[in-house]
Nanobody
Framework: VRLEESGGGSVLPGGSLRLSCAAS????????MGWFRQAPGKEREGIAS???????LYADSVKGRFTISKDNAKNTLYLEMNSLKPEDTAMYYC???????????????WGQGTQVTVSS
């Protein structure tokens, strides 16, 4: 099982980024998947999750600005991030598991992360 994130980078406040997470070794359609982030000195935060049927769950900190989605044919998870703020700066991780939750201990497989920096 392998997860590989991409799409991170530096962006101005108010800007947008789209993160991707390519999965191999299993089908994204068969598991629950989530996006997490961790800023320096802070705990890892679950921000979005999607179940096998496309139902989504968001943390209040990103609700209305971020959108999680997946393409089963490409076996890829996405996170569309709009109206980015400096406080969104963090390392972003995708993860896969068997429970529909934003709690990181409930996820079994993790990518290496991609850095997102929001700064003027």
């Amino acid at each position: 099982v392998r997860l590989e994130e991409s799409g991170g980078g530096s962006v101005l406040p108010g800007g947008s980024l789209r993160l991707s997470c390519a999965a191999s070794g299993y089908a994204v359609s068969s598991v629950y998947m989530g996006w997490f982030r961790q800023a320096p000195g802070k705990e890892r935060e679950g921000i979005a999750s999607i179940d096998r049927f496309g139902t989504t769950l968001y943390a209040d900190s990103v609700k209305g600005r971020f959108t999680i989605s997946k393409d089963n044919a490409k076996n890829t998870l996405y996170l569309e991030m709009n109206s980015l703020k400096p406080e969104d700066t963090a390392m972003y991780y995708c993860a896969a598991g068997y429970i529909f939750t934003l709690r990181s201990p409930d996820y079994n497989y993790w990518g290496q992360g991609t850095q997102v920096t929001v700064s003027s």
